[in-house]
């Protein structure tokens, strides 16, 4: 049997792989007598060229079944750098025809192999997802933002999904060697690849990111190893922060003596009221989603920073949006009366929103508050977390939907949930109630004082939680 030659269209071409796999095995054309290539890559400048595989037709339904659980590994080994890739995967096809149970060995050297690769891919994508960083641009549209990053597997295209629902209202690029991908909020188009220089090196938010970096440092819990096991060197010139570690760990043990000593005397400050000055400034230039712009302004959180009570509502109203503060319009009146009545000083709780910035349907003179939606909530999240994350109060209460969504990531049913703690993802615990404007919507007054009266027993319940050592 002669030589067969597969060509494929791009490094991470898994349907074209799969589509000649399938008629090469087959045909049980043995592994060795296939060529992989992939096209505008060097084949072997020192091999004879063999005559190409003809592009089949539409291929039959194969004469053979291989396991789920091989086709997923496959998915990720096609994103592989190693050259041999191709080959290694159509190698174990044929072994798994006659010995489908072969992918449960693990003693297999030939599996152990696979099963690596498919790991170095994974580990790739969650690095780009962790390290990539981006910088805002402007181009003829407006607001761009372009960020650079070199993978070492072929792993851009297979992550494109995950920066579109993640940055869904941005307008963004990301560079690599390979490929570029390119989103306007509505449609994904690829490019070819870009050099380092295409991308920009600084933008004005990267001054204040470095101030919150800074103020968040904890010397220590530094470890210098595993920090550097989770974000290897190579990413370092690509995000800002970074550019900052090499001074933080300089003068770690020194910062770390001096919280020790200060520590029996430390109040509310210092660190803590620094990182989240800087996280306030930024969140007023907020553009994460489209509500800033008929917004008058970000209504941010507010409270001391060392509350053991942290409240989450929903999003501003019309009130809170021209004030600028959290809770001061008619729901924020029901929400200090029934704390007064819960025995709770709202000067001593932290009170923010699940979105900072107020959705509303003008109708003449007046703004009808409109529910955020999934993406506006997901989008404001991350506000949300880096509060909670310097805050870390002892309870969040979610009040309503849309603030429980925020807290857990996830659709929640407040009459099942409502009233005792719940385990966040973070390690923190939370607490969901309703929001106070449901008590203000209800039309029958004997439901209104019996909702109102519950209200109060869940804020009594969770002041009392909270309290606890």
Same mark, same amino acid.
């Given at each position: 049997?002669?030589?067969?030659?597969?060509?494929?269209?791009?490094?991470?071409?898994?349907?074209?792989?799969?589509?000649?796999?399938?008629?090469?095995?087959? %045909?049980?054309?043995?592994?060795?007598?296939?060529?992989?290539?992939?096209?505008?890559?060097?084949?072997?400048?020192?091999?004879? *060229?063999? !005559?190409?595989?003809?592009?089949?037709?539409?291929?039959? !339904?194969?004469?053979?079944?291989?396991?789920?659980?091989?086709?997923?590994?496959?998915?990720?080994?096609?994103?592989? /750098?190693?050259?041999?890739?191709?080959?290694?995967?159509?190698?174990?096809?044929?072994?798994?025809?006659?010995?489908?149970?072969?992918?449960?060995?693990?003693?297999?050297?030939?599996?152990?192999?696979?099963? +690596?690769?498919?790991?170095?891919?994974?580990?790739?994508?969650?690095?780009?997802?962790?390290?990539?960083? #981006?910088? +805002?641009?402007?181009?003829?549209?407006?607001?761009?933002?372009?960020?650079?990053?070199?993978?070492?597997?072929?792993?851009?295209?297979?992550?494109?999904?995950?920066?579109?629902?993640?940055?869904?209202?941005?307008?963004?690029?990301?560079?690599?060697?390979?490929?570029?991908?390119?989103?306007?909020?509505?449609?994904?188009?690829?490019?070819?690849?870009?050099?380092?220089?295409?991308?920009?090196?600084?933008?004005?938010?990267?001054?204040?990111?470095?101030?919150?970096?800074? /103020?968040?440092?904890?010397?220590?819990?530094?470890?210098?190893?595993?920090?550097?096991?989770?974000? !290897?060197?190579?990413?370092? @010139?690509?995000?800002?922060?970074?550019?900052?570690?090499?001074?933080?760990?300089?003068?770690?043990?020194?910062?770390?003596?001096?919280?020790?000593?200060?520590?029996?005397?430390?109040? !509310?400050? &210092?660190?803590?009221?620094?990182?989240?000055?800087?996280?306030?400034?930024?969140?007023?230039?907020?553009?994460?989603?489209?509500?800033?712009?008929?917004?008058?302004?970000?209504?941010? =959180?507010?409270?001391?920073?060392?509350?053991?009570?942290? #409240?989450?509502?929903?999003?501003? &109203?019309?009130?809170?949006?021209?004030?600028?503060?959290?809770?001061?319009?008619?729901?924020? $009146?029901?929400?200090?009366?029934?704390?007064?009545?819960?025995?709770?000083?709202?000067?001593?709780?932290?009170?923010?929103?699940?979105?900072?910035?107020?959705?509303?349907?003008?109708? =003449?003179?007046?703004?009808?508050?409109?529910?955020?939606?999934?993406?506006?909530?997901?989008?404001?999240?991350?506000?949300?977390? $880096?509060?909670?994350?310097?805050?870390?109060?002892?309870?969040?209460?979610?009040?309503?939907?849309?603030?429980?969504?925020?807290?857990?990531?996830?659709?929640?049913?407040?009459?099942?949930?409502?009233?005792?703690?719940?385990?966040?993802?973070?390690?923190? %615990?939370?607490?969901?109630?309703?929001?106070?404007?449901?008590?203000?919507?209800?039309?029958?007054?004997? $439901?209104? %004082? +019996? *909702?109102?009266?519950? #209200?109060?027993?869940?804020?009594?319940?969770?002041?009392?939680?909270?309290? @606890?050592?």
């Amino acid at each position: 049997m002669g030589i067969r030659v597969a060509r494929l269209d791009a490094p991470d071409d898994f349907e074209g792989w799969r589509d000649a796999a399938r008629v090469l095995a087959t %045909e049980r054309v043995p592994p060795d007598r296939v060529i992989w290539q992939v096209a505008g890559h060097a084949a072997d400048l020192f091999a004879e *060229e063999p !005559p190409a595989l003809d592009p089949p037709a539409p291929a039959p !339904p194969p004469a053979f079944r291989v396991p789920k659980a091989f086709v997923d590994l496959a998915h990720s080994v096609v994103l592989h /750098s190693d050259p041999e890739r191709f080959a290694r995967l159509y190698a174990m096809l044929v072994r798994l025809i006659d010995q489908p149970r072969l992918i449960d060995d693990r003693a297999d050297p030939a599996g152990r192999r696979l099963d +690596e690769m498919a790991k170095a891919v994974r580990r790739d994508i969650h690095k780009m997802r962790a390290f990539l960083r #981006f910088r +805002e641009v402007a181009d003829e549209d407006g607001e761009r933002f372009v960020a650079w990053f070199e993978p070492e597997h072929h792993i851009v295209r297979a992550n494109a999904a995950f920066f579109v629902n993640r940055f869904n209202t941005m307008r963004w690029s990301i560079l690599s060697p390979e490929v570029s991908l390119h989103w306007d909020t509505q449609t994904l188009q690829e490019g070819p690849g870009a050099v380092k220089a295409d991308a920009p090196d600084v933008d004005p938010i990267e001054a204040v990111w470095k101030t919150y970096y800074a /103020s968040i440092f904890n010397p220590a819990r530094l470890k210098v190893g595993a920090m550097l096991r989770e974000m !290897p060197r190579k990413y370092w @010139k690509n995000m800002p922060e970074t550019a900052l570690v090499g001074e933080l760990i300089a003068g770690a043990r020194a910062r770390e003596t001096a919280m020790i000593e200060t520590a029996r005397a430390a109040t !509310p400050g &210092g660190n803590v009221e620094g990182a989240w000055a800087a996280l306030r400034e930024e969140a007023m230039g907020c553009t994460r989603c489209h509500l800033y712009q008929p917004a008058t302004q970000t209504v941010f =959180g507010e409270g001391p920073l060392d509350a053991r009570l942290m #409240f989450v509502g929903e999003q501003p &109203g019309d009130q809170e949006d021209l004030a600028g503060r959290p809770f001061v319009g008619p729901a924020g $009146q029901v929400f200090d009366r029934a704390m007064g009545e819960a025995g709770i000083d709202r000067d001593t709780v932290y009170v923010t929103n699940a979105v900072k910035h107020f959705k509303f349907e003008p109708r =003449g003179k007046r703004r009808i508050h409109a529910k955020p939606d999934a993406g506006e909530i997901d989008a404001c999240r991350w506000w949300v977390e $880096q509060e909670r994350m310097l805050l870390t109060p002892k309870l969040t209460v979610a009040l309503g939907a849309t603030a429980a969504r925020s807290l857990t990531g996830k659709t929640v049913t407040i009459s099942r949930e409502r009233g005792r703690p719940i385990a966040l993802a973070d390690g923190g %615990e939370g607490w969901i109630t309703v929001h106070p404007s449901f008590l203000l919507r209800l039309p029958d007054k004997v $439901q209104a %004082e +019996e *909702e109102y009266a519950r #209200f109060v027993e869940d804020l009594r319940a969770a002041a009392a939680y909270a309290g @606890k050592a």
